[in-house]
């Protein structure tokens, strides 16, 4: 049993590595760069990323009492490690952004950051944050629920709920990102289903049917999200296309990463093969200090390198190749800043949500 568990928390962490990485790659095409994020590998990046953390963050929320039954996380622990690193962390972003010389899709100020819905780019932490407070809410009925399906309905109506209360919230769901928080809950609570039902999931993970159709429907989800204009779909029905796919997405991801972890850490592994599954493994250890912190290591460069880009037409292999190597130069440095602040348990809190 202790194996299984281990092996688990290697492809979990390495998803995570991997998506902190996309996510890196994503950013040096929208910051860097700027006007080359219409480019497919950041449109494809953007739809695959941020459901996977979300699905990871739902997978370790689940914890069951002695009577069987789901508890909640501690609310003002997870308030310290994922609301106050948010707040530090951004306000020296307002701070610093002037200097910075980039031009950034958010407004980066300190009345966006409370305003907008995206927060000056730090958004994800407030709307995991919101989500957990409304797993708190249903909770109850999540227990009462003895069946997948009945468990799998109440994420149902919750996301029709969500998805009304969005189209009426006005500013203040602005303020709230209550779009992202709709967009992202349902993929959250099949998170944390999955490990409820952790053995049906397996199952559907390991089905060869089931995978080709999450290919299938992920693939699809991911193509309509990305260029929504060519099928007539404006935001609100976006959501609903994500919110359908981000279930086949995390059941890809999660056969491929499962698969991935148990060769690369199986005893007959190459110590190359290990190795590098190793790196993404500690990268997504560390990736909510990257989300931090990665932002503030990102420098202008679209009057010497747009014209270039747009001359190979925007292709995937230059564009992937471009941005690995500059993210890579951006995740190595976060690092030697996560390394160098370690000893300081107030520090690692405060820049990194580090208990």
Known sequence: ???????????????????????????????CVREIDRATIFKVFEQIHMPLFFFVSGWFTYKLNDRGQMILP???????????????????????????????PFASTFEELWTS???????????????????????PILNRCKQWWASALVVV??????????????????????????????????GLLARRYR???????????????SLLMSGTAIYVCS????????????????????????????????????????????RLTTRIARMWEYLGTQSLGIYLLHYFFLFPMGSVVRPWMEACNLAWIPLAAFSAIIAACIVAMVLIILKLIKPSKTLSLLLAGNK
């Open 1 to 31: 049993m202790t194996t299984i568990q281990k092996q688990r928390i290697h492809h979990f962490d390495m998803l995570k590595g991997v998506a902190i990485f996309m996510v890196v790659m994503g950013h040096v095409l929208a910051f």
């Open 74 to 104: 501690k609310i003002m622990s997870r308030a310290i490690r994922l609301m106050l690193p948010m707040v530090v962390v951004s306000s020296i972003w307002v701070l610093y952004f002037p200097h910075s010389g980039i031009e950034t």
């Open 117 to 139: 819905a995206y927060k000056n780019g730090y958004w994800f932490t407030p709307v995991l944050f919101e989500i957990i407070l409304l797993y708190g809410l249903i909770r």
């Open 157 to 190: 109506i919750v996301f029709i709920a969500m998805y009304l209360l969005n189209g009426i919230s006005g500013r203040v769901g602005e303020y709230m990102s209550l779009d992202m928080v709709t967009a992202f809950a349902p993929v959250f609570l099949v």
């Open 199 to 213: 053995e049906g999931f397996e199952w559907l993970a390991d089905s060869s049917a089931t995978q080709t159709v």
């Open 227 to 270: 260029w929504p204009w060519e099928f007539g779909i404006e935001g609100s029905q976006r959501m609903i296309v994500q919110a359908i796919g981000h279930p086949f997405l995390v059941l890809v991801a999660y056969r491929l990463f499962r698969d991935w972890g148990t060769a690369a850490f199986a005893p007959e592994a190459s």
